[in-house]
Every structure is written in C-alpha cells, then in structure tokens.
C-alpha cells in the first residue's frame, strides 16, 4: 500500500469532496482521482461513494479512513522520533487564532516556536471560530484557539479562560474616573458596530441578550476588529470587545472602556484540537507553548470547567 495513495484517500475522505482535498494538497485533481483509484483497485474495493455533492466513503472506505489516520499518525511519529535523534523535533503543525487574540499572541508564539522547536514547521492562520473548527475537523488545523466552541464528539476541548467583554466607545476629553458598569439590558439601546453572524462574538451576544427578551440595536454589520474599531473612534456607534482588542488597537487611548453587568458578559476561550486524530510530538508540545504564550501575553489563565 502506497503511503502517498493512502494519504490521498484519507484527505478526499475528511473533506469529502475531490476538488478541495486537490486544492488542500496542492496537486492536479485527475492525478488524486487516479491515485485514489488505483488504491481502490489494489484494494479490490470501492472506497468511496461519488456523487455530484463530493464523495463519501463506503463501508470499506470508513474502514480504511480510520486505520489510514492511524498509519499516518505512525508515520509521522517514526519521522518525529529520527528527529529527535538528531536532538529537536521537526514535525509540522497547524495553529487558527481568532483575529482579536492573533494580534497579541502570533508574534511571541510565533518567536517561541522557533526557540525551542527550531526544526519543526509552524502555519498560523486567522479565522472565525466557526471555519477554524470545521478546519480542525477536516485536517486543515492541527490546534485551535476558539470562543464558545460547542462540545462536539470529534473535538478535545481544553477550556483556558473566560475573556470579559467591554463596550468600547471613542473617548471624548479627559479620561475621568473608571465608568460605573453598564447593566447588560441597556446594552440594548445602544448602535453597535458587530460582526456578521456566524461571528462567536456576535453570536454570544444575541444569546446573551434573549435570555432578557431583547435583541442588540445594530448600527453597521462588518467584520474584522481593526475595521470596527476604526468606526468607533470616529463616533459612528459603540462596539463589544475584549479589553486585549482594544490594547492591541496600536491607540487604545482613543477610547473609552465600561464594564458590562450584571450580569457580567464574558466568553470563553478553548484549546481545541481534532479527537479523530492522536496528538504528534510536535503537535503535543505546540499545545504547551500556546498555553505558556496565553499566560504571558494576556495573564495567568485558569482553566474552566472540564474538556467535552
């Protein structure tokens, strides 16, 4: 069995589509469907269904998926475990951030990394909690930071800290004394700058808000935090952040900061990663410099309640 073939499969399988396992691969699509093909033929079993939404794998072929995950693991591991022979790890992995922590975290992750794992291969991208965690699902991320991920079976969730939510406004004069805390129902009646749903932020908010049997006033949907808070300072309405948003912001004297509550508005923040797939050595110790850049980036953290 070809380890090139069986990687193939198993990338069309999880994404369930040829044209964009062809994309995440970066090979010509007729060349996967006929690698794939000839692992059907030595095989003598059709290993996936094609149909004209993608392509889903047979009996056979969820057979085949999970000892191929489970083989490449292996493989990885034995590549993993010659590295360390040479005496450092030379793995690769994948890490999502959302935009409004990437801005404070990328960087001294990024130069961590490359202190103590400096043969291993880093890939950081940005995104919306939602497509980072269909990300993960689908092999494209190896870890994730995401807000109020939904437990799900094919998640490791590992809870890090509840980040406390402000509404941000430009300032107008001298800074006075800290605001008194603005009741959650008033937040209500203010025009808020937002992103569009499926944004978690967004989505936390609404959620928030029905349970008083209100709805947010929204002035202007867009996305992207430098966007917003662009739109803030030049007084075209209020917006909900993080108070590391805002510090990130490169001016973050040009706003005011209040307190929401009671009841407070926070939002959780998770150390996700795929439970379909065992975590490589190098994928292991990512996940402890992302914890040990968290707490000195943005405070001692203290895990929540226990991973799903």
Known sequence: MDLKQLGYFVRVAELGSFTKAAAALQVAQPALSRQVRLLEVELRQNLLLR???GAVPTEAGQLLLEHGRGILHQVERAREELGLVRGTLAGR???GLPPSLARLVAVPLTRSFRQQLPQ???????????SMQDALLNGRLDLALLYNAQPLPELDLQPLFDEELLLVQARS????QPPAPLPLAELAQLPLLIPTRPNALR???EVELAKLGLRPRIALEIDGVSAILDLVADGLGCAVLSRHAVAASGKPAAFAVRPIGPPALQIQVALASSAQRPSTLTQRAARDLIRQVCEQSLGPLKP???AA
């Open 93 to 95: 992995v994948a890490i």
């Open 173 to 176: 004069g001298a800074a006075a």
């Open 51 to 53: 149909n004209g939404r």
């Open 203 to 205: 989505m936390h908010v």
């Open 304 to 306: 929540l309640t226990a």
């Open 120 to 130: 291993a291969r880093l890939s950081i991208t940005e995104g919306l909690s939602v």
